[in-house]
Nanobody, 126 residues
Framework: QGQLVESGGGLVHPGGSRRLTCAAS????????IAWFRQVPGKARGAVAC????????YYADSLKDRFTISGDIAENSVYLQMNGLKPEDTATYYC???????????????????WGQGAQVTVSS
């Protein structure tokens, strides 16, 4: 059975950068849509970015597209989220997820994605 594991979380100062990694095992990301979501306690998971594994097209939440970049590495079977200019409001648990039937262009919507990692905590604080 496939698995997604996020890594790279931690404490970052405001204005700093962080790169999260979502490593897949047991299946190839090349055939999936892969997304990053984030969640804070008491709120629903919010869309961050989505990558189409087959053609590499990237999609972003409008409010984050100028600071966040999603990318993939076929050889590593991993997807990354580069976060720049981090703000305290970016503090959240970040999750990667994969889906097969709903493309990123249909919206970065949590219920479109069927497999989830365990999450990585990112805290932006001075």
């Amino acid at each position: 059975q496939g698995q997604l594991v996020e890594s790279g979380g931690g404490l970052v100062h405001p204005g700093g950068s962080r790169r999260l990694t979502c490593a897949a095992s047991g299946f190839s990301l090349n055939y999936y849509f892969i997304a990053w979501f984030r969640q804070v306690p008491g709120k629903a998971r919010g869309a961050v970015a989505c990558l189409s594994g087959s053609d590499g097209r990237a999609y972003y939440a409008d409010s984050l597209k100028d600071r966040f970049t999603i990318s993939g590495d076929i050889a590593e079977n991993s997807v990354y989220l580069q976060m720049n200019g981090l703000k305290p409001e970016d503090t959240a648990t970040y999750y990667c997820a994969t889906g097969l039937y709903h493309g990123c262009d249909q919206g970065i919507i949590a219920h479109h994605f069927t497999s989830w990692g365990q999450g990585a905590q990112v805290t932006v604080s001075s």
